[in-house]
Nanobody, 118 residues
Framework: QVQLVESGGGLVQTGGSLRLSCAAS????????MGWFRQAPGTERVFVSA????????YYAPSVKGRFTISRDNAKNTVYLQMNSLRLEDTAVYYC???????????WGQGTQVTVSS
């Protein structure tokens, strides 16, 4: 089992940047594909970005491609989401997700709020 703790959320103006971090417990972090999802008030949780366990492949939702960058440091058991050129519509609670490569079982963090203001 893995526990995930997100950090780095906050209030930022449009056009600004934030970097989210997600720290994972456990000793097999490289066996987990990691992802970020977000949920705005009154909407469903949606995919934002993901990265494979070895960090070689990245995936992005069309709405964030070119603005957000996902990365991971397996030595620190941490995944990051660098968010640039933030827009009002990026306002949401951002959740970290870990998917175990063997079983497909996934885990969620508690979420971190990102608020973009004009």
């Amino acid at each position: 089992q893995v526990q995930l703790v997100e950090s780095g959320g906050g209030l930022v103006q449009t056009g600004g940047s934030l970097r989210l971090s997600c720290a994972a417990s456990g000793r097999t972090f490289g066996n987990y594909a990691m992802g970020w999802f977000r949920q705005a008030p009154g909407t469903e949780r949606v995919f934002v970005s993901a990265i494979t366990g070895n960090g070689l492949r990245e995936y992005y939702a069309p709405s964030v491609k070119g603005r957000f960058t996902i990365s991971r440091d397996n030595a620190k058991n941490t995944v990051y989401l660098q968010m640039n050129s933030l827009r009002l519509e990026d306002t949401a609670v951002y959740y970290c997700n870990a998917e175990y490569s063997v079983s497909g079982r996934d885990y969620w963090g508690q979420g971190t709020q990102v608020t973009v203001s004009s």
